[in-house]
């Protein structure tokens, strides 16, 4: 193609609010073969919310809540979010039975429990003390690793909200299982079908996520994708991008946060989505600022017209 040509392409990508860096990035892509979707925030909305609460022990409710908001009230995942929100619904409905005020802001930071050494593990979870005992929250592996024991009924409900696309979440308290949340984060409208149109034009869709493996096949059926890695540590990405290249395979990497930057530096082209993180959008090829998959496929078509014509 001619530099004009580039340009004239550049500017039709940009006017569709495909932002493409540069005349290599769009050669590159009209060969790739592979298009590498992150799950959470990519292929989903990244808007995590609680379905279910449910308590394995003698305690309240409320005291349940209350210990797993004040554990996740430091970090900044979107799970951790989800979870707070939740509680502050249930905490202000608590607090509107005792009429007094209904500023909830202050009320919900006065319910809150201190929690102290609060440590946020990457693809696992958060651990911290609160009232002088361990809790942990997160995925099974952040329990075993602790030495918790994960009973079977436990296990068989978690199991029941991984089928049904929802990861579950496990609250130990000193030890002890306590408690469970399921969490669910919808698919993009347009996934399936921007999905069905690669397959279409001879691009293989992968899926990859930290979340565990149920859950992860759950929502790739949902949108028919194949090929899936699951419980990929956040670091483990680049990884992934790099065993589809070995064969030399031409590998577009589409993500979001923060964890996916190795990923969209290792990749052919590296697409970041939406209003992501700077961080990532450095690490990219192509900025997709209308938080629309369907732009992966604009963004290939673009390369192929402006390639292929001078072949
Ligand atoms: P993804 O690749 O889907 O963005 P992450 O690597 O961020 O996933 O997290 C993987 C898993 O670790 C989550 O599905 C969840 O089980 C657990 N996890 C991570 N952070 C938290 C948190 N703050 N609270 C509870 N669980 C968490
Ligand atoms: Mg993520």
Redesign the pocket.
């Known amino acids: 193609a001619t530099p004009t040509a580039v340009m004239v392409a550049t500017g039709v990508g940009a006017n569709n609010g495909v932002l493409i860096k540069g005349g290599d990035a769009l050669e590159r892509a009209q060969k790739v073969q592979y298009v590498i979707f ?4 990519t292929l989903t909305q990244g808007k995590a919310t609680v379905t279910t609460v449910k308590v394995f022990t003698e305690m309240d409710r409320g005291d349940f809540l209350r210990l797993l908001a004040s554990a ?1 009230a430091s ?1 900044e ?1 979107p ?2 979010k989800a979870i707070l929100e939740y509680t502050r619904h249930f905490q202000f409905f608590e607090a509107s039975k005792d009429s007094q005020n209904h500023d909830d802001g202050s009320a919900m930071s006065a319910w809150l429990l201190d929690a102290f050494d609060f440590c ?1 593990i ?5 651990q911290c003390h609160i009232n002088g005992k361990p809790i942990l ?3 099974r592996s952040l329990l075993t690793e602790n030495g918790v024991e994960i009973p079977t009924n436990v296990e068989n409900f978690v199991v029941d909200l991984e089928e049904n696309a929802k ?1 579950g ?1 496990l609250v130990a308290y000193d030890s002890e299982l306590i408690g469970v949340v399921g969490v669910a984060d919808p698919l993009k409208r347009e996934a399936a079908v921007v999905v069905e149109g690669l397959k279409k034009m001879g691009v293989r869709p992968i899926m990859v ?4 493996w149920r859950t992860a096949r759950a929502v790739a059926k949902e949108v028919d994708i194949q090929d899936i890695r699951a419980e ?1 540590m ?1 670091a483990g990405k680049a990884d992934v991008i790099r065993s589809f290249q070995k064969d030399g395979s031409i590998v577009a990497m589409v993500g979001d ?1 923060i ?1 996916d930057s190795p990923a969209l530096a290792a990749a052919d082209v590296g697409i970041a989505i939406g209003a992501g993180t700077d961080i990532a959008i450095e690490a990219a090829d192509y900025v997709l600022m209308k938080n629309n998959l369907e732009d992966v496929i604009t963004a290939i078509d673009l390369s192929r017209k402006t390639f292929t014509r001078i072949r």
Do not use: L, Q, Y
């Open positions: 992150d799950k959470t925030g996740e970090s995942h799970i951790a946020a990457p693809g696992r979870g958060v929250v997160g995925n990861t979440i996520t930290g979340d565990n990929v956040p946060g964890n």
